[in-house]
């Protein structure tokens, strides 16, 4: 089966909602895994394509970019996945898997964070110094 990039179908995820927002069952997944011999052992879960919210598209326009083209990845492989049979299953090549350990957040405290210090900031009059809860101290 042939996958063309530049055809788009209308076949989006947020087309599949129901009226009461709940998703409708999933009918095309892809699955990640290796052939052995006659057997395709994959991942105990797949990802299920037509269920899957697309990204919003905001932002500047390199980001802009990006995120169209994650949507119309993910509807061409949609659109792909309904013209198979009813149960039936083609490879798609071209697709890279990556493998990802994402870094720990480090927890900075205010005391370690120089763009905290607003000492220069104050608020109401300045000969009237401000108390607890913004109040001024008469």
Do not use: C
Not at 43 to 70: F, H, I, N
């Amino acid at each position: 089966m042939a996958l063309n990039f530049g055809e788009e179908k209308n076949t989006a995820s947020d087309n599949n909602r129901s009226t009461s927002g709940k998703k409708p069952k999933t009918k095309v997944w892809l699955n990640i895994g290796i052939q052995k011999g006659d057997n395709f052992i994959n991942l105990p879960y797949g990802l299920a394509l037509d269920t899957m919210d697309q990204a919003k598209v905001s932002g500047q326009p390199e980001w802009q970019k990006l995120q169209q083209a994650r949507n119309s990845l993910l509807k061409m492989l949609v659109a792909a996945g309904l013209e198979l049979p009813a149960g039936g299953e083609d490879e798609v090549h071209g697709l890279v898997i990556k493998l990802k350990h994402s870094t720990e957040i480090e927890e900075i405290a205010d005391s370690d964070n120089d763009l905290v210090d607003f000492g220069g900031i104050s608020f109401g009059s300045p000969s009237k110094p401000k108390g607890k809860g913004g109040k001024s101290e008469e």
